[in-house]
């Protein structure tokens, strides 16, 4: 007689055993015994080879509510364990972050790339992940604001970059001075006896014209791309020559980018 099981999870690992003998089944426990059966029914089952019988259904159900209790007490038990090292890290990096000059700069480039390419398990982890990335990234910044504009490490390379962010802060103004404008001024040069645009005629039509459109279709945005283009290329520092267009608010920020090493 001979047990046939596809890499069954054991206790010591992945095991590439495909038959067990009667001298090493025996060798296990009832218990051992008992998964090993309920694993190859599972595989067999999920193979289309068996259908499961009835008599093992409830025992199989019973073995996993029973594991699962234990395994709930394992994470509580070890929680709690771990909760005590989690709170004196935070206190360590803490410390660091007040502290603590280039010296730490390798260690805090690390701490940066895990943060920002971990996953979070729950909504409330993902925040205080982010509040400390924000401060990691201000570390980094002040550092490098000392000695140089990048500095590369076995963690990654730091450097120094900016972000732009551009939002419509007035709608309406927007729509009148960058959309509506330029057909108000052509009608009204049209009009015009000279053919030079009367500026309160060009105010009337851009009202006019405004009135009589259903903004309500638009959404409030523009494209980001479009305004920096029209504010120009940035500079070295990362200036740009132009203003943006009325309505839209642009901010600039300094911070830093992260290449992670390979």
């Given amino acids: ?25 025996a060798k296990l426990n009832p218990n051992e015994q008992d998964d090993r059966r309920f694993y190859d029914v599972c595989r067999a089952t999920q193979k ?18 029973a594991d699962r209790e ?58 205080s992940i982010a509040m400390n990335q924000t401060k990691i990234e201000s570390w980094l910044l002040k550092m490098l604001n000392s000695v140089g504009e990048g500095i590369k490490t076995s963690a990654g390379t730091v450097y120094k970059t900016r972000k732009e962010s551009v939002t419509c802060q007035d709608f309406e103004m927007f729509v009148d001075q960058n959309m509506l404008k330029d057909a108000a001024v052509k009608i009204a040069e049209r009009i015009s006896d000279t ?6 005629h060009v105010a009337e039509f851009i009202q006019i014209i405004h009135n009589n459109m259903h903004l309500e279709l638009l959404t409030k945005a523009v494209r980001k791309e ?21 309505g839209v608010n642009y901010v600039a920020i300094q911070c830093v980018g992260v290449r992670k090493a390979k």
Avoid: C
Wanted: glycine share 8%; net charge negative; no cysteine.
């Fill in 195 to 200: 053919g030079v645009a009367n500026e309160e």
């Fill in 1 to 25: 007689m001979s047990f046939l099981y596809d890499h069954l999870v054991l206790g010591d690992g992945v095991s590439d055993r495909t038959e067990y003998t009667k001298e090493e089944w």
């Fill in 48 to 65: 289309g080879e068996i259908e499961m019988s009835d008599p093992i259904v409830p025992t199989i159900i019973q073995k996993y509510l």
């Fill in 70 to 127: 234990v395994i709930k007490e394992m994470k509580k038990h070890h929680a709690e364990e771990l909760r005590t090292i989690e709170e004196f890290q935070a206190k360590r990096e803490a410390a660091l972050l007040e502290r603590a000059g280039i010296e730490a700069f390798e260690f805090f480039t690390d701490l940066f790339v895990n943060g920002r390419d971990g996953k979070a398990a729950t909504e409330k982890a993902k925040e």
């Fill in 226 to 246: 479009a305004i920096l283009e029209l504010m120009g290329e940035p500079a070295k520092d990362g200036s740009r020559p132009n203003t943006p267009p009325a």
